[in-house]
């Protein structure tokens, strides 16, 4: 499997970015999709988690609910991360994640860098103040 992200850029704070994350395979459907993300100098965490469509489970972190909106294409084999009223805590890199075992999961396992089994690439997201 391989991810693909994209939408990253340099927005003010309170504007509106939308990452996209393109993945390979014929079994998109069953993978488990989520993003994190990493500042400089600081630890990678978890921002947001969407089950594979045998479940509507969605995850996200504390810092980012009401603000962030992580959704799936099937037909597009692509997950998004709508991201809207963006602070300047938000810069990070953002990477793109996938569990392509069709497992169900809980908040904690969505939340573990472990449990995933692909990564991405990722793309840079910069809020100015």
């Known amino acids: 499997v391989q991810l693909q992200a994209s939408g990253g850029g340099l927005v003010q704070a309170g504007g509106s970015l939308r990452l996209s994350c393109a993945a390979s395979g014929r079994t998109f459907s069953y993978y488990t999709m989520g993003w994190f993300r990493q500042a400089p100098g600081k630890e990678r965490t978890f921002v947001a988690a969407i089950s594979w469509s045998g479940y509507s489970t969605y995850y996200y972190a504390e810092s980012v609910k009401g603000r962030f909106t992580i959704s799936r294409d099937n037909a597009k084999n692509t997950v998004y991360l709508q991201m809207n009223s963006l602070k300047p805590e938000d810069t990070a890199f953002y990477y793109c994640?996938?569990?392509?075992?069709?497992?169900?999961?809980?908040?904690?396992?969505?939340?573990?860098?472990?449990?995933?089994?692909?990564w991405g690439q990722g793309t840079q997201v910069t809020v100015s103040s």
């Open positions: 994640v996938a569990d392509s075992r069709r497992r169900s999961y809980s908040g904690r396992d969505s939340r573990d860098p472990t449990w995933y089994d692909y």
